[in-house]
């Protein structure tokens, strides 16, 4: 087992955090959250061109993978930098369809997903709601022992992030795509799968959150030096690194075995990481922690969302237990 990135890893990390970093991502992020979906798809193309969805996707189909390592670390960085979407949710889609007895949905879908031609949606079955139908191509639904394809929604509801917007599939118009007991198998394995990269999300939110409060304090000052400069900042600035640094080796542990009890435990080690990066951004902040046009609003909403979808911190911790043996 390996938990460090190989240097053809590193590389790709890299090239992604440099090409986020120069695309605008919170621009665009607002805008989506405005529902203005041109610029973050104009970004989702540029992260096609770079491999990520490829990396979702078989290479019958079009792609490199699957390749969940890779995908973790890459959802990293596109939570460093709030990049808006359904991404999660279009990489739990292309492994739902992948894991299909039919192939017909796959061969139809999963190589306009690799080449970022397509934006699929993926409701979560305990909730009925999807992350922005609005903004997707077609939603999969997974009713009962049926999987469909949605292609209409209701209306755009507010969430806790307004960049993460939330509609109702409408399941009277949609066509069904498979049927039977191997639906569930596909399902869950789809929802494991957007578990990992959410949680990867989730530590990207928190590493970014961090790194703009440590800028904050540092540039701040109070009584004639730098806010950052007061042990009790100190403090609470490393143990907000020491969170998010212990749940780094779950999420990468969780991409290479992929077990559910692994995948929760990533999810509930990152989220909560995450949760208290946002926390301490906020306190650090002041006042302008809680100015919305200001870029810190992007992750701080964000964390507090990651951190509940695909698996609450409570549920994740029941299913770590229930598969933890003795």
Not at 192 to 212: E, I, P, S
């Amino acid at each position: 087992m390996r938990f460090l990135p190989t240097v053809e890893q590193a590389d790709f990390v890299h090239a992604l955090d440099r090409m986020l970093a120069a695309a605008g991502t919170p621009e665009a992020a607002r805008a989506w959250a405005a529902g203005e979906h041109a610029p973050g798809r104009r970004l989702w193309a540029r992260l096609a061109d770079a491999g990520l969805f490829a990396l979702a996707v078989p290479e019958a189909y079009d792609g490199y993978g699957p390749r969940p390592v890779e995908l973790a670390l890459a959802f990293v960085e596109l939570g460093r930098h709030a990049v808006p979407g359904p991404v999660a949710e279009t990489v739990a889609a292309a492994e739902l369809l992948d894991a299909l007895p039919d192939p017909g949905p796959a061969k139809e879908w999963l190589p306009r997903v690799a080449a970022g031609r397509a934006v699929l949606g993926l409701a979560a079955p305990e909730g009925g709601h999807a992350l922005d139908a609005d903004a997707a191509d077609a939603v999969l639904v997974v009713s009962g022992d049926r999987l469909l394809l949605a292609r209409d929604h209701g209306p755009v509801l507010a969430s806790l992030d307004p960049v993460r917007r939330l509609a109702v599939p409408q399941e009277g118009t949609a066509a069904v795509l498979a049927t039977g007991p191997a639906v569930a198998a596909a399902a869950a394995r789809a929802a494991d799968r957007a578990a990992l990269v959410t949680a990867a999300q989730a530590l990207g939110v928190g590493l970014a959150l961090l790194a703009r409060t440590v800028d904050h304090v540092r540039r701040r000052h109070q009584f004639g030096v730098p806010v950052g400069s007061f042990q009790a900042v100190k403090h609470r600035l490393a143990d907000t690194l020491i969170a998010l640094e212990f749940a780094r080796p779950l999420l990468h542990g969780a991409a290479v075995t992929g077990t559910g009890a692994d995948v929760a435990a990533a999810k509930v080690a990152c989220g909560e990481a995450a949760y208290r990066a946002a926390r301490t951004a906020l306190q650090l902040h002041g006042a302008l922690g809680y100015t919305a046009e200001y870029d810190l609003s992007l992750w701080l909403t964000k964390a507090r969302a990651l951190r509940s979808a695909w698996g609450t911190p409570a549920r994740c911790r029941a299913r770590v237990l229930a598969q933890t043996p003795g």
